[in-house]
């Protein structure tokens, strides 16, 4: 039996545990609800059965480590999520800990964007290159960004918090504080709060308005248009920052690609000197939602390989 | 005599050259001015002029090497500037090379930003850490991001054009082609044009602007609010970018610190929820012009113990 590591997808809705080997085929996967309800307590325990099931299976000696990839802001030293609006009851719970206590082997915990972007990096869009930046385009955005092929964690691990850019500086509120944050401009839950201030209905998921733009309607359009420049400018300043030969969107929204993507480039173009001047793709992920599974279980190969872990 | 390199900071006015040793002692330094109107091969004479007088007095065997910061885009690969509003007629000038072969020592070309950056990590207010963004606020703006101590310089040496980060999307023009850029509403040239749009005067430098506010002149004093505003935005999009320790700004608007800076922690502190919940420091740089001159001087220190260079 070959060498593998497990990553761990821990979402709101679904908890996802996948056993990957060294050249990152996929050996065994499941899936179970996240029993938020029940408490962390009781998750974890869901999520120790998961990899214990599969450490049975593919054998105990070969698993180098787990990986675990959380929505939420992460204290990537203490393995802590300090706050997190799609894991309540998870604040400063000390998940990586408690996994590891449980299962006797390293676990490293990590940002569900910055595994995404990990992932695309280690099997994905970015397998060619060392440096990119992920935009995880979903209810809400998450940022991960790659620098010489490792994630960039900045001095707590809250670096690539790119959802909450600044790019309409009187913009739409944001729970973070801030006005004319990126999610609030270009995520799947804006795309509805403006398709309502257009007047096409009050309770529009991005999907229905995907299906109305897609059918002719000019107000469905306007919105992806304005999503798409909100995106453009988000990506004009990372591009002006980084000067990184890629940049990825993922999440629900790529479906909407074609709606938002010219005026996206468009955007980048007018304000990037940078973008105009040095090779620079802007491309979809590859990966869908197994990018986060990847990257997760990539942590423990690449830390092992830089000499720490396990 | 102990080993040392020789820093240049070549600018649209001066040319400077500093030899400093591997402690950060300057042992010798020589300002010129820069003869723009004779062409680049003349100032390449003069530069090699500069750096044969202080390799003379200080031994030929101890210079281990030299490093010339310059305005403008760089290729880093290439040792050019690609485009410099700065330096007419240097661009695509094989600057590097140029020097390269009269002195036959090892040459590194770099961003003027990005030495200055690197010159506060290594002697000046970023001692105490290994990744801090630098801001220049002079005439423009200008960027450099030290990562691990090391410059990030993207895929063709273009990162950091911080300068042109968008904080005000339909704001101020930009030489670029872009409009709202950093450097339109909060550089010396844009504290003069919003003095001019408030009617204070066509023709007031900076500093002039800067004595009417400390006069109390309540319309001087709304142009420092709305620059350090803008800061602040781009400050807000860096922290939430990069969660790093350290901030730095410098250049000739330091002075005005007092007036722009309470809007810019203001505007900061607002928009990211990174700044606030995680230890960040915005603050003076300490060695003015003398930044570029230590990062220029680094340089061929940090190639050789990173095992490049001579």
């Known amino acids: 039996?070959?060498?593998?590591?497990?990553?761990?997808?821990?979402?709101?809705?679904?908890?996802?545990?996948?056993?990957?080997?060294?050249?990152g085929r996929i050996l065994k996967k499941i899936s179970t609800p996240t029993n938020l309800a029940a408490g962390p307590d009781a998750v974890v325990a869901d999520m120790v059965t998961a990899i214990q099931q599969i450490r049975n299976e593919l054998g105990v000696r070969d698993l180098i480590g787990v990986g675990i990839g959380a929505a939420g802001f992460i204290l990537m030293e203490k393995g802590v999520i300090t706050s997190s609006p799609n894991l309540p009851g998870f604040d400063d719970y000390p998940l990586r800990d408690k996994v590891e206590q449980r299962l006797e082997i390293p676990v490293i915990l990590e940002n569900d964007a910055n595994a995404a972007a990990l992932g695309e990096k280690w099997m994905g869009a970015g397998r060619d290159v060392d440096d990119l930046v992920?935009?995880?385009?979903?209810?809400?955005?998450?940022?991960?960004?790659?620098?010489?092929?490792?994630?960039?964690?900045?001095?707590?691990?809250?670096?690539g918090e790119l959802g909450h850019m600044t790019v309409v500086p009187t913009g739409n509120p944001c729970g973070c504080g801030n006005t004319g944050c990126l999610e609030k401009h270009a995520s799947a839950t804006a795309v509805s709060a403006m398709a309502k201030l257009m007047g096409l209905g009050d309770d529009l998921t991005s999907e229905q308005v995907?299906?109305?733009?897609?059918?002719?309607?000019?107000?469905?359009?306007?919105?992806?248009?304005?999503?798409?420049?909100?995106?453009?400018?988000?990506?004009?300043?990372?591009?002006?920052?980084?000067?990184?030969?890629?940049?990825?969107?993922?999440g629900g929204m790529l479906p909407a690609w074609d709606f938002f993507a010219p005026a996206m480039f468009d955007e980048v173009r007018r304000r990037s000197y940078v973008y105009r001047h040095s090779p620079t793709r802007i491309e979809k992920a590859i990966l869908g939602n197994e990018a986060g599974l990847y990257g997760a279980a990539y942590l423990p190969f690449q830390a092992r390989a830089l000499g720490r872990g396990s």
């Open 134 to 159: 992920l935009l995880t385009l979903g209810t809400g955005i998450g940022g991960g960004i790659i620098i010489g092929g490792r994630v960039l964690h900045g001095c707590v691990g809250m670096a």
């Open 210 to 250: 995907y299906r109305l733009a897609a059918e002719g309607n000019e107000k469905a359009r306007v919105v992806f248009r304005m999503m798409g420049q909100a995106l453009g400018t988000a990506l004009a300043n990372l591009v002006n920052t980084f000067n990184f030969p890629l940049y990825l969107l993922s």
């Open 1 to 23: 039996m070959a060498e593998y590591s497990i990553g761990v997808d821990l979402g709101g809705t679904n908890l996802r545990a996948a056993a990957i080997d060294g050249e």
